[in-house]
């Protein structure tokens, strides 16, 4: 839950806190509900509710970090979906402009860079929240639980690509956990995030 | 193929069937023995192939139980476009690649300085060194076993032939009605179990010879660490004036074929199609993956050292967390 700054006083203006220009939302009380520079969003809230969703993430709110995340993260799932043979036979790539998706090597590719840009992006994120984020923010559980799913589908896809490179052979047995498992921790993630997504629960609070 | 050569149809007959008798346990050669840590690969020496049939006959054979047994009838398929692969009908069909059977001759008539020639050589799996199949299989059904044999969990498998696709030369084959696909959503998930040469896996786990390369009456093949198959080959090749298949196809495969002719002129005159695999030159197909792989490394190095930037600029500046430059 953000704690935001109320001022019910000056509706209308831009209201900074120590840092940047933030967000002003109205709730149908008419109160004045601010929030500080971290990531808000959810809208305007009925019933005389004071709530506001806090979708705080790792990003320390900066939007086009998270908004990269989102779309990276989309673009993943549906690159790795498409390893399965299914996008053919449920006329997927018979959309005009998807023909692309029923091609597994393609698929491939575009999650490998999907995958780099994702490592990159994680490790800014991660590191920089140690570094700065956590002196004045904590995780949530709804994080930690984020971060096992996120964990086990970034090791097990570092296996994935080992295994994929030449002179690396793995035992039979870890083959096939590394393979399912990778898909399950994403079939995990997807549906904690819709979880989470109901709960509204962030990913930080302030402490 | 049968009437063109007389003096092969004489003997192809005789041998093969003395070869499946003689089939027993041959061992594998010393150095192989008890290998199974390491890379092995078979050579193929075109010129000695008569095309008689006795390596098809004893895969067949020693490999029978391995087999699918379908249960019938099979479930209904959807969307109405998923086509079922039944080859349950037609096992005795042995002119291609089918889940019954896993190795075939193929002919090539070929002129050489104005004489025809004609050349016999037993086709399979090229068990490749990176096997799409086995590193894009979403399952791990198919994998790549240390020993260089790359081998498709039937028990696992639920026959979605993505492996046939990314394969190079198109060699599993799918047989529908078999398989754990039958237990979880038969009608829209999978279809089958795909069915390609194991190089007789379990042979050499008990230190035998595969059925192919023991039973053959002209020691077309010979299995061995992959260093000393491709010396022997490229001894072969200089001795002939010859060439060589699948030492570098698609990367590189643990089968190698040697011949007297360029095998592009193979190419052309072997038949080719659905269970009939080309001759042509294969780029490897997880090249690119593999460079990615590399690229894959410096990401978090860059993420960090892009985070630690910022801390520095940050105990300089107090900038807060989640501002940026930008102000996003």
Known sequence: MTKGIRDAQNPNIEIRNNFQIVQIQITERRDLYVSNNFNIQGGIRGEGEMKSIDTRNLSGGRKVLFRIYIATFILMAFTGFGQMPIFKRYYVSDIPGMGWSADFYLTHYIHYIGAIFLLGLLSYVIMDFILSGRKEFSLTYSAYVRIAMLGGIIITGIFRVLKNLPDVVFSPGFTLFIDISHLGFMMLYLLMAVVFLIMKSGWVVRR | ?328
């Open chain 2, 1 to 328: 193929m049968a009437g063109k050569i007389s003096r092969r149809s004489f003997i192809k007959g005789g041998l093969a069937a003395a070869g499946v008798i003689a089939a027993s346990s041959v061992p594998l050669p010393a150095a192989v023995r008890g290998s199974n840590q390491k890379e092995l690969a078979t050579l193929i020496d075109v010129r000695k192939c008569i095309g008689c049939g006795a390596c098809v006959e004893a895969c067949r054979e020693v490999n029978g139980y391995k087999f699918p047994e379908p249960k019938k009838p099979f479930p209904k398929m959807y969307p109405g476009r998923v086509k079922v692969s039944d080859w349950s009908d037609k096992r005795d069909v042995t002119d291609r690649l089918t889940p019954y059977n896993w190795l075939f001759i193929q002919e090539a008539t070929v002129t050489i300085d104005g004489k025809e020639e004609t050349f016999t050589f037993p086709r399979r799996c090229m068990h490749c060194q990176n096997p799409p199949c086995a590193d894009l299989c979403p399952w791990g059904a198919a994998r790549k076993l240390k020993n260089g044999i790359t081998r498709i969990d039937a028990d696992v498998c639920l026959g979605g032939s993505k492996c046939k696709v990314v394969c190079p030369w198109h060699i599993p084959e799918r047989q529908t009605g078999v398989g754990m696909y039958l237990d979880i959503l038969p009608s829209f998930a999978g279809n089958g179990v795909m069915y390609k040469c194991d190089r007789c896996y379990n042979r050499i786990e008990k230190g035998e010879l595969p059925a192919c390369i023991e039973v053959c009456p002209e020691h077309v093949q010979k299995i061995g660490p992959r260093d000393e198959i491709l010396k022997e080959a490229h001894a072969i090749v200089k001795e002939i004036n010859g060439y060589i298949y699948g030492e570098k196809e698609n990367g590189g495969t643990n089968t190698i074929y040697v011949s007297p002719v360029p095998f592009e002129e193979l190419n052309k005159a072997i038949e080719k199609g659905p269970g009939k695999p080309h001759l042509k030159p294969v780029e490897d197909s997880m090249a690119h993956a593999d460079n990615l792989a590399k690229a894959m490394m410096i990401a978090p190095i860059a993420g960090i050292a892009a985070a630690v930037g910022k801390a520095y600029k940050s105990a300089k500046g107090e900038i807060p967390w989640g501002s940026s430059d930008k102000g996003d």
